[in-house]
């Protein structure tokens, strides 16, 4: 897992304290940026973003994309309720906090030139992409994910507006799971086996709060903090669990659209086509064996 235990890898973790992965599977939580690529080498199964994750396949990385579990960015521009920043069109000539070459740059860029807003009339300032930062004014708007924003128990919490880019006709897929090139010809089934595992643990998440939450949280040293976990499950609820989608499931439109804007933001060159590094067929193949896994119900929207 790319980044630390947390509500974005919620579907890992209680597929795993849940027994729903039918072989011996470990989770690591790593923070590297040759995230892809040591995956690659262990001849592992990883889970990152569809940025990090396409970027590297570019350089040659021998990896293929199986499913998704952010089924689009998680990234949003958030702005003080106070300010009436409220639209994109509004951050122009303001000061935006951001991260360099971060996936929330490369969206943020794509969704202001997509609608023809003028970019050299927004002032772009690296490393203030903080809600501190927000908070004291040092920014006017900022571009993080979702599940950085603070909940209402935090001391830094302060009422916000939030821009989404799929608002916006942005979609790219957020996280997707990946594995090793020699693991998927080596070992296909192991691949669909961890596949049903994470659409069973995804949904365990969102079935019942009251239930996951402390299985998610856990105990000892790592336990995670429950009231924020559930705060951060329900951000990104919607990445997860689309209306009228399946999890894990992505298309080629979006891909697309982020193979466009990487170019667009010349961070790299498809020297790989999509069609080598995107597989759609574990998907299929794993709800047409198991259709339960996508009936409707398997969650409920209020829980």
Excluded at 20 to 30: G, K, M, P, V
Excluded at 36 to 42: F, G, L
Excluded at 160 to 185: C, W
Aim: glycine share 8%.
């Amino acid at each position: 897992m790319d980044g630390p235990y947390g509500a974005r890898f919620a579907g890992e973790l209680a597929a795993s304290r849940q027994g729903f992965f039918s072989s011996r599977i470990e989770l690591a939580a790593q923070s590297d940026p040759d995230f892809v690529q040591t995956v690659a080498r262990q001849h592992a199964i990883g889970v990152t973003s569809g940025q990090k994750f396409l970027l590297a396949t570019w350089r040659g990385v021998p990896v293929t994309t199986f499913a998704a579990s952010f089924l689009d960015t998680s990234v949003a521009i958030f702005t003080l309720e106070s300010s009436g920043l409220r639209r994109p069109v509004d951050l122009v000539g303001k000061r935006i906090g951001y991260r360099r070459a971060s996936e929330g740059e490369v969206v943020f860029d794509a969704m202001m030139a997509q609608l023809g807003l003028p970019r050299s009339q927004i002032t772009k300032v690296p490393d203030r992409d903080s809600f501190v930062a927000l908070k004291a004014g040092e920014v006017d708007a900022i571009v993080v994910a979702i599940d950085e924003q603070p909940d209402p128990s935090s001391p830094s919490f302060v009422k916000l507006n939030v821009i989404k880019p799929q608002d916006y006709g942005i979609h790219v897929p957020g996280q997707v799971y990946f594995a090793s090139n020699d693991l998927i010809h080596d070992q296909p089934s192991a691949i669909a086996d961890v596949l049903q595992g994470l659409i069973r643990g995804w949904q365990f998440a969102y079935a019942d709060y009251a239930r996951s939450v402390p299985v998610l949280a856990g105990t000892g040293p790592a336990r995670l903090n429950s009231e924020r976990l559930r705060f951060e499950l329900q951000q990104q609820r919607h990445l997860v669990l689309p209306t009228g989608g399946r999890i894990g499931d992505y298309d080629e439109s979006r891909w697309r659209t982020l193979r466009d804007i990487l170019i667009f933001a010349k961070l790299g060159e498809e020297d790989v086509p999509l069609a080598q590094t995107v597989n759609y067929q574990f998907l299929r193949d794993v709800y047409r064996r198991s259709p339960d896994l996508a009936a409707p119900g398997a969650w409920s929207e209020q829980k």
